[in-house]
């Protein structure tokens, strides 16, 4: 008995080729997004200087849980605080958009680093004992809408 291997068609290449395209794009979309790590530098240099306490996430993803969902960002037990956006590069990138200090009696100087969180647009600093000028780098948040 012989048997004869025939080339597939042109309509069978043309449907096993959408079907790639698309799991590459649902697995692309599936992937989840990850923090700036220009960002994620600049928030743990912060919060290491502030002995901010061990509860607070500065080792792993800092754009997850409470920063992405609904928890209510002025809630004095979730601060500091921070509420990313995760839209950019297609929903691959995150970007802090909110930093919520309030009520933390943190001591010495704003760290310059937060003029590096350039997405920021929300930066809340009431009732601490922060000392000395206001950074210069603080300029840089071009997007910032609440002080």
């Not at 959408?18 to 997004?33: D, G, P």
Request: aromatic fraction near 10%; charged fraction near 15%.
């Amino acid at each position: 008995m012989e048997f004869k291997v025939t080339p597939p068609s042109r309509s069978v290449l043309a449907i096993f080729s959408c079907c790639v395209c698309f799991s590459s794009l649902v697995t692309r979309s599936q992937a989840q997004a990850t923090t700036d790590p220009s960002e994620v530098i600049a928030l743990n240099s912060i919060f290491r200087q502030w002995d901010v306490p061990p509860w607070w996430n500065i080792s792993g993803e800092l754009c997850s849980g409470a920063a992405i969902d609904k928890t209510d960002f002025d809630d004095p037990d979730f601060s500091p605080a921070i509420r990313c956006d995760c839209e950019y590069n297609s929903g691959t990138t995150c970007h802090i958009t909110h930093l919520n200090l309030a009520n933390n009696y943190f001591t010495g100087p704003l760290p310059a680093f937060l003029g590096s969180l350039s997405s920021m647009k929300y930066l809340s600093f009431a009732a601490n004992a922060f000392s000395g000028t206001i950074p210069k780098e603080l300029g840089n948040l071009t997007d910032l809408l609440t002080l």
